[in-house]
């Protein structure tokens, strides 16, 4: 059973870089034809993907975010790691780290509880 858990700051101030990590147990993140994705939900609003890193370590951005977004991982820990960028409040969402199925990108089937992140002075 795949599990992954979502770290970091719950607050961030305007104009800084978020920052937050994805422990995942239970699965390499460097298995083939797996994705591992980044989503939020901001307030009163649907799911928005962020981003993906591939099993190969290839990066994959919405293209609303991706002047602003970075991906990394570090295979040692089995972690990947979420940067935005230029925070503004309507950055402020639920944040989930997830996983896709076999050889897909956005149907995830592994979700993290999410982190609630706020962007304030």
């Known amino acids: 059973q795949v599990q992954l858990q979502e770290s970091g700051p719950g607050l961030v101030k305007p104009s800084q870089t978020l920052s937050l990590t994805c422990t995942v147990s239970?699965?390499?993140?460097?298995?083939?034809?797996?994705?591992w994705s980044w989503i939020r939900q901001p307030p009163g609003r649907g799911l928005e993907w962020i981003g993906y890193?591939?099993?190969?370590?290839?990066?994959y951005y919405s293209p609303f975010l991706k002047s602003r977004t970075s991906i990394s991982r570090d295979t040692s820990k089995n972690q990947f790691t979420l940067q935005l960028s230029s925070v503004t409040p309507e950055d402020a969402a639920v944040y989930y780290c997830?996983?896709?199925?076999?050889?897909?990108?956005?149907?995830?089937?592994?979700w993290g509880q999410g982190t609630q992140v706020t962007v304030s002075s």
């Open positions: 239970g699965g390499s993140i460097t298995t083939d034809y797996y994705y």
């Open positions: 890193i591939a099993a190969s370590g290839g990066t």
């Open positions: 997830a996983r896709g199925g076999f050889g897909t990108r956005w149907l995830w089937e592994y």
